[in-house]
T-cell receptor, first 116, second 115 residues
Framework: SAVISQKPSRDICQRGTSLTIQCQVDSQVTMMFWYRQQPGQSLTLIATANQGSEATYESGFVIDKFPISRPNLTFSTLTVSNMSPEDSSIYLC?????????????FGPGTRLLVL | AQKITQTQPGMFVQEKEAVTLDCTYDTSDPSYGLFWYKQPSSGEMIFLIYQGSYDQQNATEGRYSLNFQKARKSANLVISASQLGDSAMYFCAMRAFYNTDKLIFGTGTRLQVFP
């Protein structure tokens, strides 16, 4: 398994500001993912954080709005830039783990963001 | 296109009874993985069970089992002996190995267990 921590766990921000969310994994992993869960909705992938190269963004998400860093194999950050109330969501990082032939994907505890 | 469908927005079950949460999927990839997650009100995503497309037997993890019917493209989650603490949102997700590493999630089912 993998133990994943996220900071902050929650925040309330003013529109127009930016927030950087940190994700720390207790082991080295090749891929890290960032998801968004808007209120009452399912999870949507924002981007894949690649170590040593630029993040790969999903349709509808752009680097200027959600810049991502991946300085090493255990850490990543997601910044939510120029926030608006529509950015109010839970943001989760996740990592795929394969052990004993079984695959899974573990999630961090999430960051609850409220934009006023 | 890959898609996960959960048709039950909400389910009720009495404590100690079994409940089945439905999940159907669509993919053209021959190799894929199916996951179930539990999300309590705290918001964390808790991994429950995994089924690979080539696995011959249905996956089981404690009180959780996955009823995998490949021909029907369904991967229903069965929770036996429900407990009050099972009340949560449940998400079915799929990863298609050849296309992408990302997980595609269904819309979720809210399960409420009553005494």
């Amino acid at each position: 398994s993998a133990v994943i921590s996220q900071k902050p766990s929650r925040d309330i921000c003013q529109r127009g500001t930016s927030l950087t969310i940190q994700c720390q994994v207790d082991s080295q992993v090749t891929m890290m993912f960032w998801y968004r869960q808007q209120p009452g909705q399912s999870l949507t992938l924002i981007a894949t954080a690649n170590q040593g190269s630029e993040a790969t963004y999903e349709s509808g998400f752009v680097i200027d709005k959600f810049p991502i860093s991946r300085p090493n194999l255990t850490f990543s950050t997601l910044t939510v830039s120029n926030m608006s109330p529509e950015d109010s969501s839970i943001y989760l990082c996740s990592v795929p783990v394969v052990a004993g032939g079984q695959e899974t994907q573990y999630f961090g505890p999430g960051t609850r963001l409220l934009v006023l | 296109a890959q898609k996960i469908t959960q048709t039950q927005p909400g389910m009720f079950v009495q404590e100690k009874e079994a409940v089945t949460l439905d999940c159907t999927y669509d993919t053209s990839d021959p190799s894929y993985g199916l996951f179930w997650y539990k999300q309590p009100s705290s918001g964390e995503m808790i991994f429950l069970i995994y089924q690979g497309s080539y696995d011959q037997q249905n996956a089981t993890e404690g009180r959780y089992s996955l009823n995998f019917q490949k021909a029907r493209k369904s991967a229903n989650l069965v929770i036996s002996a429900s407990q009050l603490g099972d009340s949560a949102m449940y998400f079915c997700a799929m990863r298609a190995f050849y296309n992408t590493d990302k997980l595609i999630f269904g819309t979720g089912t809210r399960l409420q267990v009553f005494p």
